[in-house]
């Protein structure tokens, strides 16, 4: 079953949060979008089947939404919640301005903070502005397409992300991981970049950094702790790598996102449909 749930409605934009508590391997009927957009992944993971074949989201991977493309999803890790946004032609045309949009983009840490964001703003404007930001950065950011040949299998490649989404002990360095997929290292490194277009060790310190900013949300106040619950050498290490990946240090995100108002809780309305119906149900 899904819900969605209204975060902002207006002329120029309209978010969902989509919660879904589906979990089975096998994939869904392909549903047709009916409007523009981007859907962001908040939590859990899933499948999607797209025009351009099959590819793994997790909070490191965004997708477009285009009308009358046709989308399947398949959701064997259980329940998840996105962000479905979509938005008017118009500005959709600036945020794209004339480039090419890619089907499925790289969520860094800039987006991820600014997804938080603008599920916390408080107001039509301040998320008009966040959005125009956000939608620049995905449509600009790194193009991922989904591939089925190259290196390795791409079984190999989902069981690493698997592994250190889940946090696995075996994830917290190559050697391990690759001995625990029954892989040389180098064969796992390779075929994880062709898959992914990411390295095992940026993929890994993503995940960490978007942890870090689930804890600095929660208001954490000990930024040691979270270092060392992380997997971070020591707290500078953890400051490192959030400033490397969102632009900011942990104090400054702290008392941003911590401050920022949460949206406010509900049951929402059953989807009857995926992610690509959320924009039609308020």
């Known amino acids: 079953m899904r819900r969605a749930r209204a975060v902002h409605t207006g002329t120029h934009l309209t978010v969902h949060t989509v919660t879904c508590t589906d979990e089975h391997a096998d994939w869904s009927r392909p549903e047709v979008a009916t409007a523009v957009g981007i859907v962001l992944v908040r939590r859990g993971r899933f499948r999607l089947r797209g025009p351009d074949g099959e590819v793994a989201l997790d909070r490191t991977v965004g997708y477009v939404e285009v009308p009358g493309r046709a989308y399947g999803f398949a959701h064997p890790a259980g329940g998840d919640e996105c962000t479905a946004i979509a938005v008017g032609e118009d500005l959709w045309r600036e945020a794209a301005d004339g480039r090419p949009v890619p089907s499925v983009f790289a969520a860094d840490g800039r987006l991820d903070t600014a997804h938080r964001l603008l599920l916390r703003a408080d107001d039509a404007f301040t998320a008009t502005e966040g959005l125009l930001w956000l939608l620049r950065r995905a449509l600009r950011s790194e193009r991922l397409l989904p591939v089925t040949a190259g290196p390795g299998r791409r079984s190999l490649a989902d069981a690493a992300r698997e592994a250190i989404l889940a946090d696995h002990?075996?994830?917290?360095?190559?050697?391990?991981?690759?001995?625990?997929?029954?892989?040389?290292?180098?064969?796992?490194?390779?075929t994880f970049r062709h898959h992914t277009g990411a390295t095992v060790?940026?993929?890994?310190?993503?995940?960490?950094?978007?942890?870090?900013l689930d804890r600095l949300e929660d208001g954490a106040d000990l930024l040691a702790e979270v270092a060392a619950d992380l997997g971070f050498a020591d707290q500078a290490h953890l400051t490192r790598a959030v400033r490397a990946q969102t632009g900011h240090t942990p104090a400054a995100l702290r008392a941003v996102l911590s401050r920022a108002p949460r949206p406010v809780a509900g049951p929402g309305r059953v989807v009857p449909g995926g992610i690509a119906h959320a924009a039609r149900w308020g």
């Open 169 to 190: 002990p075996a994830s917290r360095d190559l050697v391990g991981l690759a001995r625990v997929l029954g892989v040389d290292p180098a064969h796992l490194s390779r």
């Open 201 to 212: 060790s940026a993929f890994r310190t993503r995940v960490r950094v978007a942890r870090a």
